[in-house]
């Protein structure tokens, strides 16, 4: 007997260091879980507050960027008219106003002459079918009433041939080509104030280069020593002259090319409507015979 309670009391020692041990186990595991838990939450947040920095910089980059961007486009366009008014001034504002003038009323002549010549240009073709259809059907005077609405020189010569259709076809071709040389004249009114215009402002420049140059050997002579500062000035005010004047007739010159290819496109129509219109008139006057 004493030795079955014995037994029992070892068993039930050995049974409560069991769950002694068992619970210090679940204690440290719980522990570690725990720790593991907060270790991990810690590097979440780290993590999340380090792409907000990332975020917040890179944001605040490319706001930076942005605004300097801005600040260089405003600076460069305020650098360039600033930059041309200022070496407007320094070239001296006495000759500098002429090429300007020469520039302006250079441009003035050139808008003119191009809308001018934009509206005297016509639909050759169509006009001639016209002409012909209102020939046919109408007559002379129907065919004049066609060219009297029609804008144009070669309208207008058409009109001046049918109206001494009467007088023989010989003074039908002299009618055309004295009103063809008028018309000649009409288009080419004004594109010579042009070109003197590109001559005088490249020499208005050269002008303004001479006079500086003279100014630069005025003031080595009265200081009795070449002193770069001296001479700097008069070089500056007629390099300034020289290159405005050059950017003026550059800029005239190549409207003046312009038109005058237009003046010529226009031209080769008339004469080639001219020849269409006098053997319209023939066969017409052959028809009518």
Not at 79 to 88: D, G, N, R, Y
Not at 225 to 235: E, H, K, R, T, Y
């Amino acid at each position: 007997m004493k030795k079955a309670l014995s037994l029992l009391a070892i068993v039930a020692l050995s049974l409560g260091t069991v769950n002694a041990y068992a619970q210090e186990d679940m204690a440290a595991t719980e522990e570690v879980a725990v720790d593991s838990a907060a270790t991990e939450t810690m590097d979440s947040a780290d993590a999340a507050v380090d792409s907000a920095a990332a975020t917040t910089d890179s944001a605040a980059t490319e706001e930076v960027t942005e605004e300097a961007s801005e600040e260089v486009e405003a600076v460069t366009e305020k650098a360039f008219t600033q930059i041309l008014k200022e070496k407007f001034i320094e070239g001296g504002a006495f000759f500098m106003s002429f090429v300007l003038l020469a520039l302006v009323l250079g441009l003035a002549l050139v808008i003119e002459r191009i809308i001018y010549l934009t509206f005297a240009q016509t639909n050759t073709e169509k006009l001639l079918e016209e002409v012909e259809g209102a020939l046919n059907n109408g007559g002379v005077e129907a065919a004049k009433e066609v060219c009297r609405n029609t804008r144009g020189p070669v309208a207008t010569i058409f009109f001046e041939g049918l109206d001494h259709y009467n007088e023989g076809m010989d003074m039908v071709d002299k009618s055309i080509m004295s009103v063809g040389s008028v018309e000649n004249g009409k288009l080419e009114k004004g594109v010579s104030w042009i070109s003197l215009f590109i001559a005088l402002a490249p020499m208005l420049g050269f002008m303004g280069t001479v006079i500086g140059m003279i100014g630069a050997f005025d003031a080595i002579e009265a200081a009795g020593d070449i002193n770069p500062s001296l001479v700097a000035g008069g070089i500056k005010v007629a390099l300034l002259t020289t290159v405005f004047g050059l950017i003026t007739a550059i800029i005239l010159q190549i409207f003046y090319n312009l038109i005058v290819a237009m003046i010529d496109g226009i031209v080769i129509k008339m004469e080639d409507a001219s020849i269409s219109f006098m053997d319209l008139l023939v066969e017409y006057n052959k028809k009518n015979a």
